[in-house]
């Protein structure tokens, strides 16, 4: 069975400040992970993705995430946060190809604050 | 470039009541599609998919059914709605080879069963 654990439901940090927002998995095969963001009352924008190589994948507007399998891990991360950052993130398992559908599993969602 | 369009934004509908919630995709051919449901505050959960016209596959029924008439049509529906569909549904794409099937999601229909 596949699983995907967002550990803080919750995060509040400044304008200006890092965050990480973290991601733990657990799949026994090849898969993918991405990442998320749900403005509120609005459908999911992809961020970023990892399937292979360089464990650390760049996304849109300063976003990047790391890969660790010995971990089981995906986690999120950005330098200097702004106001409009302000979301839920989820993180998503998705298992490699299997006959033409992409399944998604999605965590239970980060909501992560900034504050001015 | 590709678009994805829900209907309706949003509904209010009594309990036994049918419903048809619609999403269509531009500017691509042959995508597979997707239906998925979220409770309020709440995560993700996949209920559909298609590949091809006229073919669906379902992963979880909540007592909805989903069909797909047209190449870029997808519609999500139940004879008779219970207090349990209340949520928010999303439509979402992708295509098999294009950036290993990364999903794009549409802008939802938020549903309120009462």
């Known amino acids: 069975t596949q699983t995907v654990s967002q550990s803080d439901a919750h995060v509040t940090v400044f304008e200006g400040d890092s965050v990480e927002l973290r991601c733990n998995y657990s799949?026994?095969?090849?898969?993918?992970l991405s990442w998320y963001i749900q403005h509120h009352g609005r459908g999911l924008q992809f961020l970023l993705k990892y399937y292979s190589g360089n464990p650390v994948v760049q996304g849109v507007n300063g976003f990047e995430a790391e890969f660790s399998k010995s971990d089981s891990s995906f986690h999120l991360r950005k330098a200097s946060v702004h106001w409009s950052d302000s979301a839920v993130y989820f993180c998503a398992v998705s298992p490699m190809n299997q006959g033409g559908s992409a399944k998604l599993i999605f965590g239970e969602g980060t909501k992560l604050t900034v504050s001015s | 470039a590709q678009t994805i369009h829900q209907w309706p934004v949003a509904e209010i509908k009594a309990v036994g009541s049918p419903l048809s919630l619609g999403c269509t995709i531009k500017g691509k051919s042959s995508p597979n599609l997707y239906w998925y449901w979220q409770a309020t505050g709440g995560t993700l959960q996949q209920l559909f998919y298609?590949?091809?016209?006229?073919?669906v596959e379902s992963v979880v029924q909540l007592n909805l059914s989903a069909s797909r008439p047209k190449d870029d049509q997808f519609i999500l529906s139940t004879e008779k709605l219970l207090l349990s569909h209340s949520g928010f549904y999303l439509c979402a794409w992708s295509m098999l080879g294009d950036n290993q099937d990364t999903q794009y999601f549409g802008p939802g229909t938020r549903l309120l069963v009462l």
């Open positions: 799949y026994g095969g090849s898969i993918y």
């Open positions: 298609s590949i091809t016209v006229g073919q």
